[in-house]
């Protein structure tokens, strides 16, 4: 699987865990909801910088956000 495929998949299913729209998302990883979306079809290359804010609301590491598994958590 494209690894931006990956990443948007797995931001969409831990972000769907904790019943997010992705407005409320976007707002809290301080990010535009469209590049969100566009993150989570695969359609973006987001920066590692990105990936990071994307990890935080989600209490993960970016590398959890890139794993093929999605199943190594890193509770803060």
Same mark, same amino acid.
């Given at each position: 699987?494209?690894? %931006?495929? %990956? *990443? ?7 972000? %769907?865990? =904790? ?12 990010? +535009? ?9 695969? #359609? %973006? ?7 990071? =804010?994307? #990890?935080?609301? *989600? ?5 959890? *956000?890139?794993?093929?598994?999605? +199943? ?5």
């Amino acid at each position: 699987m494209d690894i %931006r495929a %990956r *990443l948007g998949r797995n931001i969409r299913k831990l972000r %769907r865990e =904790k019943g997010w729209s992705q407005e409320d998302y976007a707002d809290r990883a301080g990010i +535009h909801r469209t590049y969100v979306s566009d993150i989570e079809r695969g #359609a %973006r290359n987001p920066t590692i910088t990105v990936v990071e =804010k994307l #990890a935080k609301p *989600l209490k993960v590491t970016p590398g959890v *956000l890139l794993d093929g598994q999605g +199943h190594d958590r890193n509770e803060d």
